[in-house]
């Protein structure tokens, strides 16, 4: 990521902060009803807020799908809902989502079948939701990808491939669930994650302190975990 755009997120989040103190001084000050400051601060909107720097950062699926969730939940709590059609909520949720995966993918198809673009071997892009996935990655000029996971898990193992030369990026989103990655121990591994209720490790412990690893191997991780976390680790 260029140092702009760490910057904007960072500035966007700062903003974010700002507003939820604000609320708070506001509603401490009883000059709002605590009804729209509970509103303001809720766990929809926090997945409204994850889903926007989600499309800042370049992940549009898992950006739209954390802003409908966030969306759909919201709205029963701004007007009535009858408890027939909340009930339909998650399987309309489950819906969305295929129709968006099913959505992206044929529209990938459609550009790499048209001579728009090429699809990249050495990126991934996973999704995962209530499950699990375990991946092996053994390209020789990885430049890193996306993982989206949600109630669910997700494991790299990236230690037979080859970071390009200019470095290497994972966009992570985890949201009730986790991520972790087994890397080669010559790799730097620089932590950008944002964490809301969770936790980035590295497990990599001595043996990566005594090794002599190459600073120009770099792996950065950056995103958000939400109830969830990140892991780094080499067996």
Known sequence: MKDRERGNKR????????GIGGILILE??????WSIADLLISWQMLLIAIG????LGGNRTGGTIMIAIGG???VPELVDIPHEIRRLYWPLLLVGAGVALIYRHKGCKSRIEHGVG?????QFDD???FGGREVFINSQDLKGGRSTSIFGG???DLRQATLSPQGAYIDTISVFGGCSIKVPLD???RNEVTTIFGAFTDKRGDTFQHSHYDPSKTLVIRGFTVFGGFEVKHV
């Open 127 to 129: 999704f995962v939701i």
């Open 187 to 189: 790799w730097n591994v």
């Open 28 to 33: 401490r000050l009883n000059l709002i009803p």
């Open 72 to 74: 759909i939940f919201l």
């Open 154 to 156: 997700i494991e790299y």
């Open 52 to 55: 926007v720097f989600s499309l």
């Open 11 to 18: 500035y966007y989040f700062g903003l974010i902060l700002i």
């Open 118 to 122: 090429e699809q990249d071997l050495n």
